[in-house]
């Protein structure tokens, strides 16, 4: 009897799907990775619409506040935003340097933290692991500024690569468990 369960079918094309997905975000990563200026750019660009679209909607929304009236707060957020993106998208190097800049130092106060966190969890099991974290986090900062102003090139597309790299793995990893899951489905 070799009859299909449509449980297990589902599960097939969740598999074949979470597969599909996770190829692409492999090569996107290697992509980004072998071309890190670009993927850096793109990222900064995106963000740079992101900021205008933002800017935009926080303007909008100023001239309704106070039931008519204008918040000038949030229009003048508005406005800095929609021009700090619009500043980002047509030189996307500034947008590069910037979150270069905020990344190393995001990655210093975190890297204290986890240092901090992991000497405070020190009789307890895994704490290594949160030290670790906070010096790799020390590390990469350092490898930042040690290469300042080159490592806004490169940094920003390395970080997204990566990033895309695991998702890609995980997509990967999720699609084999899907797999798994029909054929324990189709074996009962």
Known sequence: MNESHPIADVAKVGAAGSSMWGIALLILGMLAIAAPFVAGTATAVLIGIVLIAAGVVMTVAAFGARKGGVGIFT????????LGGIAIVVRPMIGLVSITVAL??????????????????RPEKGWVWSLFGGVLSLLLAFLIWRQWPSSAMWFVGVVVGVRLLFAGWAMLMLGG???AVADIIERA
């Open 75 to 82: 229009l003048l957020l508005g406005i800095v935003m929609a």
């Open 104 to 121: 190393a130092v995001y990655l210093v106060v975190d890297g204290i933290f986890q240092i901090i966190a992991g000497f405070q969890a």
């Open 177 to 179: 468990a899907k797999a």
